[in-house]
C-alpha cells in the first residue's frame, strides 16, 4: 500500500468512527474498511495476524455464534422459551407480519470478507513462501464464500424461488458482492445488490479456486480445509439446486475429510463436549480459548441461551418426539437441573416446553467460562446433502436411501421407513425430520423450509408464518438504506 493511501486511509477511518460515534445510522454500514496499517499487509507477521483477524471476525461475533447456530431454531419449531426468559423471544413469538424480528446480520459478514479480500488482494506473494500464501489465500476464498453464502441465503431468495412471495415480478435482489480489498477511501464506494444468480455464480467460483489452492489440505480442522471447501461446494450446490454438483461435491467433503461416523452410543453423545469427543465428525471448526476469548460467551454465547446459563431456549417436545427410543443422539439432552453447568440456582420450568424438562446440550460449556468451540460444519451433513441431492438428481427416493441409511445406522436411529418411499414428497418429508434429529441447534432449520418453500409452523403444528409471506425475507432497513441510495428494500416493507 502506499504510504500516502495509507496516511489518507486512516485519516478516513478516524473521522468516520468520529462520526459513528454520535450517528447510529452508520451502525451496520457496509463494507467494513479497518486496516492495521501497512505493516499487515507487508510482513510475515502482519499476515499472520490478518490470517487471524480473519478468523477471529467469526468466533468474536454474535452472528456467527447465538444467531448462527441457536436462531434459525428459535425462528422456527425446535426451540421455545423457558418461562421467565426473554432471549430471542421475539423470534419465538413472530407471527405473520406482526413485527420485524429476523435472524439477519448484514454487516459482520462484510467484516470477514474485508479481512478476506485483504489476504487475496492485497498481500504480495513474496511476503510468504509459496505454499503457504496459497493456502492462506485458499483459507480467504473459502471464508469469502461462507460468509457470502450467510448473506444471500437470508437476504434473498434461494435460486429458482424468485416467485416465491406475495409479488407480482420475481424478486431476485441478492446482495452486495465486493470481492476487492479496501485500501483507500476510493475504494469504498457504494453499490447495488448483485442478483441472487450472480452472487452464487461468485460463490461457486471462489469455492473452486479455493479447492485448487487447498488440494490435499485436510488435516487440521481449525482452519478452512480442502474438506470444508467441498462441503460448502454441496451445501451451496444443494441450495441452488445443482443435484449432481451436490452429491459428487459431498462425497468429495466425506473422503477427504479422512473422517468417519461416530456410531457408538456413547462417541455419539460425547461429540459435541471439548473434553470428551472433541468434535471428531467436525470439517470445519472455530476453537476458542476461554482463558483470553471469552469476551461476551457468559452473556450471549450459544451454550448461556440453551444449557450452561439462562436456558433461554430449550428444545420443543415436537423436536424430542422425532427420534425414536434407542436413538443415540438422545445423549444431546439433558435434564435442566441434572447438568449442573448453569447459572440459574433454581431453574424452574423446563417442563413447560418439553415433557422430561430437558435442555439441549450441543453447546454446553465444557471448556470454561460458558464457552464453546463452534462446529459450523459436520460429516452427517454431507450424508443428508448427497442422500437429498441424490434422490433429487434422478427423481427417485431409491437413489438417496444408501447414504441415508448409513448415518441412521451410526446413530442408531433405524431403517428409513417404507413410507418414506412412496414418492418425492414424501422422502423430502424424511429428509427434513432427520435434519431436524442430526442438525437441531446447527443453523438449518430455518433455511431448510425457507429453500424447500415450506411454512413455518409452531411446535403444536399451526402456521406462525407462511412460505410466501413477505418476513420470510428481512428488512435492510434505514440504516442501510439512508446511506446507500443504491440499494432496494425487500418487498412488503
Known sequence: MKLSNLIKFTAVIALLFAYTGCNDMLENVEPSTSVSGEQ?????????GLRASMYGKIHG?????????????????????????????????????????????W????????????????????????????????????????????????????PGNFSQGEIEDPWEEGVIVRTEPVLDVTDADLRPRSSVTE??????????????????????NRYATEAFVDGMLARVHLYAGN??????????????????LENTEDGVAEMFNENTGGHPEALFKVVVDPSTENGGWNN??????????????????????????????????????EAQRIALNQPTGCDAVNDNGFSL?????????????????????????WAEAAAKDVDSPAAGVAPLQDLLDARNGGTVPATALTDMTAFEDF????????????????YDLKRLQRDIRNPDGSIKMRAENYRILPQLGSGLLNVNELLVENPGY
Open 61 to 105: 461475533s454474535f452472528a456467527y455464534k447465538t444467531e448462527y447456530f441457536v436462531g434459525p431454531s428459535a425462528f422456527t419449531d425446535e426451540t421455545r422459551n423457558r418461562p421467565g426468559s426473554t432471549r430471542y423471544q421475539a423470534l419465538n413469538q413472530a407471527v405473520q407480519n406482526v413485527g420485524t424480528a429476523h435472524i439477519a446480520s
Open 107 to 158: 454487516n459482520a459478514h462484510y467484516e470477514v470478507i474485508q479481512d478476506a479480500n485483504l489476504m487475496i488482494g492485497a498481500v504480495e506473494p513474496d511476503v510468504l513462501p509459496a505454499a503457504t500464501y496459497d493456502r492462506y489465500r485458499g483459507e480467504a476464498l473459502a471464508l469469502r464464500a461462507f460468509a457470502m453464502h450467510n448473506l444471500v441465503k437470508v437476504f434473498g431468495y434461494d
Open 40 to 48: 499487515v499487509l507487508t510482513s510475515a507477521d502482519g499476515v499472520e
Open 300 to 337: 450471549d454465547g450459544p451454550g448461556t441461551y440453551t444449557s450452561t446459563g439462562f436456558l433461554a431456549q430449550l428444545p420443543t417436545q415436537f423436536l424430542i418426539d422425532k427420534y425414536e427410543a434407542g436413538d443415540y443422539r438422545l445423549g444431546w439432552y439433558r435434564d435442566c437441573v
Open 243 to 260: 443435484w449432481g454438483d451436490a452429491v459428487t461435491s459431498a462425497q468429495n467433503a466425506i473422503t477427504n475429510s479422512g473422517r468417519s
Open 199 to 220: 452472487v452464487y455464480n461468485q460463490i461457486i467460483t471462489d469455492l473452486t479456486d479455493a479447492k485448487a489452492l487447498l488440494s490435499g489440505i485436510n488435516s487440521d
Open 361 to 385: 446440550v450441543k453447546f454446553n460449556g465444557d471448556k470454561g467460562n460458558h464457552v464453546d468451540d463452534l462446529p459450523f460444519m459436520r460429516l452427517a451433513e454431507m450424508y443428508l446433502i
Open 431 to 446: 429428509i427434513l425430520d432427520e435434519r431436524m434429529r442430526e442438525l437441531a441447534l446447527e443453523g438449518h432449520r430455518f
